[in-house]
């Protein structure tokens, strides 16, 4: 939830400096041609193209948020740290007691690591493909992003 908190307030931000750009002084004009507007026949190209650079530019600061939280703070966004998560390398994990698993390597994900997670994770969200989905169907709940990653959300060392 305040991950969700922290992006809202950068895609208002984003969008009232998209407004102040564009000239539109009216709120609810710019919702109304911008976001709630539904595509149609009459929907020009150009209207088109500026509520896909909107989202685009959007999503690629929800991916920049994510890189550097889980590689530049710690393995994790405010929301995991809050919830004692973080996000660290995997090539292997096995079981070794209920609700406990060995990892292993587990270090400090990289930039590189980071990067490619945050990525398959949000265009992936983007394309409508819910890759969280696929936690239900592999070994000790990793999304597909944290497989082809290599990575794994565990629980920090002190924290039940």
Not at 27 to 38: G, L, N, P, R, V
Not at 79 to 85: A, S
Not at 97 to 119: D, F, G, K, Y
Not at 145 to 153: N, P, S
């Amino acid at each position: 939830m305040v991950d969700f908190f922290i992006l809202f307030f950068i895609k208002a931000t984003i969008i009232l400096s998209i407004m102040h750009l564009s000239g539109i002084k009216d709120i609810s004009k710019f919702a109304m041609h911008y976001i709630i507007e539904e595509i149609d026949e009459d929907t020009s190209m150009e209207d088109l193209q500026k509520m896909m650079i909107v989202a685009l530019i959007y999503r690629l600061l929800v991916c920049f948020y994510e890189i550097i939280c889980i590689w530049g703070a710690g393995g994790a966004t405010p929301g995991k740290f809050l919830l004692g998560l973080r996000v660290v390398t995997c090539e292997t994990s096995v079981l070794i007691a209920p609700s406990r698993v060995l990892v292993i390597p587990s270090s400090n994900v990289s930039m590189t690591t980071s990067t490619v997670r945050a990525l398959i994770k949000n265009f992936s969200i983007a394309s409508f493909f819910p890759a969280f989905i696929t936690l239900l169907f592999f070994q000790h709940n990793r999304t597909a992003y944290d497989i082809v990653a290599g990575t794994i959300v565990v629980r920090r060392n002190g924290v039940r």
